[in-house]
């Protein structure tokens, strides 16, 4: 069992950064790959970005190539999310999840926590 806790989220101007963190409560969570979504209002959750165990490469939703970067600390059992140039179209709950493989697909995450809201004022 992992349990996930995000933090960082809040309320900023568009073109500003936030940076979320992910922290697990176990240390085999080293062994999860961990990916980040988001839901806004009325929508389906999507996916963000995910990074395997060993932090090779990650991979990114096109929409926020170039301005969010995910990485990760194993011995401090965290995953962040680094966002910059933000936009009002970020507006959104954001969720970290652990899964055993690197996948953009949300069932296959089968731990989540639960989540923070991340709000961009125009």
């Known amino acids: 069992q992992v349990q996930l806790v995000e933090s960082g989220g809040g309320l900023v101007q568009a073109g500003g950064s936030l940076r979320l963190s992910c922290a697990a409560s176990?240390?085999?969570?080293?062994?999860?790959?961990v990916g980040w979504f988001r839901q806004a209002p009325g929508k389906e959750r999507e996916f963000v970005a995910a990074?395997?165990?060993?932090?090779?490469?990650?991979t990114y939703a096109e929409s926020i190539k170039g301005r969010f970067t995910i990485s990760r600390d194993n011995p401090k059992n965290t995953v962040y999310l680094q966002m910059n140039s933000l936009e009002p179209e970020d507006t959104a709950v954001y969720y970290c999840?652990?899964?055993?493989?690197?996948?953009?697909?949300?069932?296959?995450?089968?731990?989540w926590g639960r989540g923070t809201q991340v709000t961009v004022s125009s």
């Open positions: 999840a652990a899964s055993r493989g690197l996948t953009r697909i949300v069932s296959n995450y089968a731990y």
């Open positions: 176990t240390r085999t969570f080293i062994n999860y790959a």
């Open positions: 990074i395997t165990w060993g932090g090779g490469t990650p």
